[in-house]
């Protein structure tokens, strides 16, 4: 008997579709429930269909303010982030020194260690220093731990860049800066969109920690965390929903269509 | 202008350990500095107490505070709580994610993982609160899952589920049931991708050689498939364990109101003012995940991240 490579069993294939609906039926209901008629409840089926919500949503002030104020966020966070974490890359990826150890887990532990522990550590400093919460403290806690996935992306492309790729640029009369910004850089080039890419996608969507360094202002998850607390605006919440999911597919589709070609596709999305 | 910036980077070219300290140190001292202290000094606070007259916190050495998590018996149904949960998720996760991570594994044409790999990436980047909303639409009374119950005349069914204690709760929308299923739905990607890539490290010939040597199907599956498979699984345990450990989001939302370890730790901080409780309860999780990784990586996960 021998072991058919191209054929699963009915079991699996079942066990797979189901795993799949179950991952991707939770976002449809939410795109149907954005054109409902019905604004009090969450009522299955919908009774009837209707555009009007886009509308509405269009002509309301303080979403847009809190979609400003997070793009805002996430704009800034991730060209640090970027800065950040492509240095810790270049200083790291290739050296052996004691200590390696230790500053590799403290560039993850900040996005390993649960969302709530980052953000009261920081909320309480930012208070002990007498630093007042603005915009500005939201941006610090996010490039925190944006610089991890900047960082993993670099790092991957760096160690399967060869060196003699280097060796050779110079030989053929490169000097080390023609060197850099004719080799090294349009080689790292990609690796570092796609990973901005995703610290953006990280930031722009990031609650937990916002919530702890923000004082009055309301990025757009956390006008998300409000509504889902106390559903005041039902039909509201549905479309911004929608938004939200559009604006988050953006990035990781082209992130994904970037590295396509390069195996650590795979990489750069984790 | 050109002269001096080759100058430059000829300088850094030859001096190579200046370069590395010139890169290290800003994101270094970002870290060292503003995260790293102000975690540290969050988490010592476990070491001080709570004047239970002035409200105001005592900075003397004590262990009262820790503990204090295992005396209270409030205190400790949280933790076990929150363990407990997080071992569910766990076992659940990785229950419904083992067969796409197979079927993705050993079953499927280029073109066709590659569907799958961003069907499993969509979701796990797309935004956490609007996942948390749709479960929201989902568990609600008037929601799909009630109506298929009422559809199908089951109504009864899913009551006595409801009823049964420690799984049910008042309803769909506020019971550990549904806790459960947003927290495996939202984790769920974090499982799968491990367990896929170990998998993906399975030689066919080995599975054929089973065969060929008189196992039948089933025992090649436990006997070589899942053994290998293992390691996976225990690394995406790491993701869904944790995860699960710090969340207060999903048992806010959709939980009872027994509390968990992030809830926990977000009242105490916040209207209890209660820094040094909320730290030691912080310090819970964190002691936790590194047992739980020590035991992973004895199980070879970090081989299959």
Redesign the interface.
Same mark, same amino acid.
Not at chain 1, 230 to 236: L, M
Not at chain 2, 211 to 221: I, P, Y
């Given at each position: 008997m021998r072991y058919n490579i191209n054929k699963a069993s009915w079991n699996l294939k079942i066990g797979a579709i189901v795993g799949l609906l179950f991952l991707h039926i939770p976002l449809l209901l939410i795109i149907l429930y954005a054109f409902t008629t019905e604004d009090k409840s969450y009522q299955f089926p919908p009774p009837g269909y209707t555009l009007k919500w886009f509308k509405i949503v269009l002509g309301r002030e303080d979403i847009w303010q809190a979609v400003g104020l997070s793009l805002r966020i996430a704009i800034i966070s991730t060209l640090m982030a970027i800065i950040l974490g492509t240095l810790a890359a270049a200083a790291l990826f290739k050296k052996n020194f004691f200590g390696k150890e230790s500053i590799t887990l403290l560039i993850i532990l900040p996005i390993a260690l649960p969302g709530i522990i980052t953000g009261i550590s920081l909320r309480s400093a930012y208070s002990v220093a007498g630093i007042p919460f603005s915009t500005l403290t939201i941006i610090i806690g996010h490039a925190t731990f944006c610089m991890v996935v900047v960082y993993n992306n670099v790092v991957a492309r760096l160690r399967r860049t060869s060196p003699n790729l280097v060796q050779a640029s110079m030989d053929l009369g490169a000097n080390s800066f023609q060197t850099f910004y004719f080799v090294i850089l349009p080689n790292l080039g990609s690796a570092i969109l796609a990973g901005g890419m995703l610290a953006f996608a990280l930031s722009f969507d990031e609650v937990i920690v916002t919530t702890f360094t923000a004082g009055q202002q309301t990025t757009l998850p956390i006008w998300m965390l409000n509504e889902l607390i106390r559903p005041r605006q039902r039909p509201i919440t549905n479309v911004v929903a929608v938004f939200i999911i559009c604006i988050t597919f953006i990035p990781i589709l082209y992130a994904s269509y970037m590295t396509r070609n390069t195996s650590d596709a795979q990489d750069s999305l984790k | 202008m050109i002269n001096f910036?080759?100058n430059?980077?000829?300088y850094?070219?030859r001096n190579k350990n200046f370069l590395?300290l010139l890169?290290?140190l800003?994101?270094?001292s970002? +870290?060292?500095i503003?995260?790293?202290?102000?975690?540290l000094?969050?988490?010592s606070?476990s070491f001080f107490s709570l004047d239970g007259f002035t409200g105001k916190i005592n900075y003397t050495f004590t262990l009262n505070t820790i503990f204090e998590l295992f005396n209270s018996r409030a205190n400790f149904d949280i933790l076990i709580r929150t363990v407990g949960l997080a071992l569910t998720v766990t076992f659940g996760s990785a229950l419904?994610?083992?067969?796409?991570a197979?079927?993705?594994a050993?079953?499927t044409s280029p073109k066709v993982k590659i569907f799958?790999?961003?069907? =499993?990436?969509?979701? +796990?980047?797309?935004?956490?609160?609007?996942?948390?909303?749709?479960?929201?639409?989902?568990l609600?009374?008037?929601? =799909?899952i009630n109506?298929f119950f009422g559809k199908l005349h089951l109504t009864w069914l899913l009551d006595k589920i409801l009823s049964i204690p420690y799984i049910g709760g008042p309803s769909l929308s506020i019971s550990y049931i549904g806790m459960f299923l947003v927290f495996t739905?939202i984790w769920?990607?974090f499982m799968?991708?491990p367990i896929h890539?170990s998998l993906e490290r399975v030689p066919?010939s080995l599975?054929?050689a089973s065969?060929d040597l008189g196992a039948s199907?089933r025992q090649?599956f436990y006997k070589v498939i899942l053994p290998l498979a293992l390691p996976g699984i225990a690394a995406g345990s790491i993701f869904t364990f944790? +995860?699960t +450990?710090?969340?207060?989001?999903i048992p806010?939302?959709i939980g009872t109101s027994k509390f968990f370890i992030?809830q926990a730790?977000?009242t105490h901080?916040g209207t209890a003012g209660n820094?040094p409780l909320?730290a030691a309860f912080?310090l819970v999780?964190?002691i936790v995940?590194i047992f739980y990784i020590k035991t992973a990586k004895k199980l070879g996960a970090f081989d299959a991240l």
């Amino acid at each position: 008997m021998r072991y058919n490579i191209n054929k699963a069993s009915w079991n699996l294939k079942i066990g797979a579709i189901v795993g799949l609906l179950f991952l991707h039926i939770p976002l449809l209901l939410i795109i149907l429930y954005a054109f409902t008629t019905e604004d009090k409840s969450y009522q299955f089926p919908p009774p009837g269909y209707t555009l009007k919500w886009f509308k509405i949503v269009l002509g309301r002030e303080d979403i847009w303010q809190a979609v400003g104020l997070s793009l805002r966020i996430a704009i800034i966070s991730t060209l640090m982030a970027i800065i950040l974490g492509t240095l810790a890359a270049a200083a790291l990826f290739k050296k052996n020194f004691f200590g390696k150890e230790s500053i590799t887990l403290l560039i993850i532990l900040p996005i390993a260690l649960p969302g709530i522990i980052t953000g009261i550590s920081l909320r309480s400093a930012y208070s002990v220093a007498g630093i007042p919460f603005s915009t500005l403290t939201i941006i610090i806690g996010h490039a925190t731990f944006c610089m991890v996935v900047v960082y993993n992306n670099v790092v991957a492309r760096l160690r399967r860049t060869s060196p003699n790729l280097v060796q050779a640029s110079m030989d053929l009369g490169a000097n080390s800066f023609q060197t850099f910004y004719f080799v090294i850089l349009p080689n790292l080039g990609s690796a570092i969109l796609a990973g901005g890419m995703l610290a953006f996608a990280l930031s722009f969507d990031e609650v937990i920690v916002t919530t702890f360094t923000a004082g009055q202002q309301t990025t757009l998850p956390i006008w998300m965390l409000n509504e889902l607390i106390r559903p005041r605006q039902r039909p509201i919440t549905n479309v911004v929903a929608v938004f939200i999911i559009c604006i988050t597919f953006i990035p990781i589709l082209y992130a994904s269509y970037m590295t396509r070609n390069t195996s650590d596709a795979q990489d750069s999305l984790k | 202008m050109i002269n001096f910036i080759v100058n430059i980077s000829d300088y850094f070219y030859r001096n190579k350990n200046f370069l590395f300290l010139l890169f290290l140190l800003p994101p270094l001292s970002w +870290l060292g500095i503003i995260y790293l202290g102000s975690l540290l000094t969050f988490l010592s606070h476990s070491f001080f107490s709570l004047d239970g007259f002035t409200g105001k916190i005592n900075y003397t050495f004590t262990l009262n505070t820790i503990f204090e998590l295992f005396n209270s018996r409030a205190n400790f149904d949280i933790l076990i709580r929150t363990v407990g949960l997080a071992l569910t998720v766990t076992f659940g996760s990785a229950l419904i994610g083992f067969p796409i991570a197979y079927y993705m594994a050993k079953f499927t044409s280029p073109k066709v993982k590659i569907f799958f790999y961003i069907a =499993i990436m969509l979701p +796990l980047w797309s935004s956490y609160l609007v996942r948390v909303y749709s479960w929201k639409l989902i568990l609600a009374k008037e929601g =799909i899952i009630n109506w298929f119950f009422g559809k199908l005349h089951l109504t009864w069914l899913l009551d006595k589920i409801l009823s049964i204690p420690y799984i049910g709760g008042p309803s769909l929308s506020i019971s550990y049931i549904g806790m459960f299923l947003v927290f495996t739905y939202i984790w769920l990607p974090f499982m799968i991708l491990p367990i896929h890539a170990s998998l993906e490290r399975v030689p066919n010939s080995l599975i054929n050689a089973s065969l060929d040597l008189g196992a039948s199907k089933r025992q090649t599956f436990y006997k070589v498939i899942l053994p290998l498979a293992l390691p996976g699984i225990a690394a995406g345990s790491i993701f869904t364990f944790s +995860l699960t +450990l710090g969340d207060y989001i999903i048992p806010y939302i959709i939980g009872t109101s027994k509390f968990f370890i992030g809830q926990a730790v977000y009242t105490h901080q916040g209207t209890a003012g209660n820094i040094p409780l909320a730290a030691a309860f912080s310090l819970v999780p964190i002691i936790v995940m590194i047992f739980y990784i020590k035991t992973a990586k004895k199980l070879g996960a970090f081989d299959a991240l």
